[in-house]
């Protein structure tokens, strides 16, 4: 079972910057791992994923803006978000999956955090 804890989020004015981070509770050494975001009254939508640090993809909505990074040797993933915009509000979940990279479906992913919110005010 692998335990995912979110933290970082907050409120920010739009042009701000966050960092979200997860831990993780064993090594996702070999895991794809992403971030999700569900905003009020919206389903949940993929935001980026990471296999490697140099096999990333991104929503469209957030690339230039977001960077997504792990650090294998601390069980960590982070979130770099610049230039916020107030329709990135919303909650921020972590999510695993145990194989390579399939894509950007919540579907895909089988371990999840609690999320944490984002706030985004212009």
């Known amino acids: 079972q692998v335990q995912l804890v979110e933290s970082g989020g907050g409120s920010v004015q739009a042009g701000g910057s966050l960092t979200l981070s997860c831990a993780a509770s064993?090594?996702?050494?070999?895991?794809?791992m992403a971030w999700f975001r569900r905003a009020p009254g919206k389903e949940r939508e993929g935001v980026a994923f990471?296999?490697?640090?140099?096999?990333?993809s991104y929503a469209d909505s957030v690339k230039g803006r977001f960077t997504i990074s792990r650090d294998n040797s601390k069980n960590t993933l982070t979130l770099q978000m610049n230039t916020l915009k107030p329709e990135d509000t919303g909650v921020y979940y972590c999510?695993?999956?145990?194989?390579?990279?399939?894509?950007?479906?919540?579907?895909?992913?089988?371990?999840w955090g609690q999320g944490t919110q984002v706030t985004v005010s212009s």
């Open positions: 999510a695993a999956r145990v194989s390579t990279c399939g894509g950007l479906r919540p579907v895909n992913y089988g371990y």
């Open positions: 064993v090594s996702t050494y070999g895991y794809c």
């Open positions: 990471i296999y490697t640090n140099y096999f990333t």
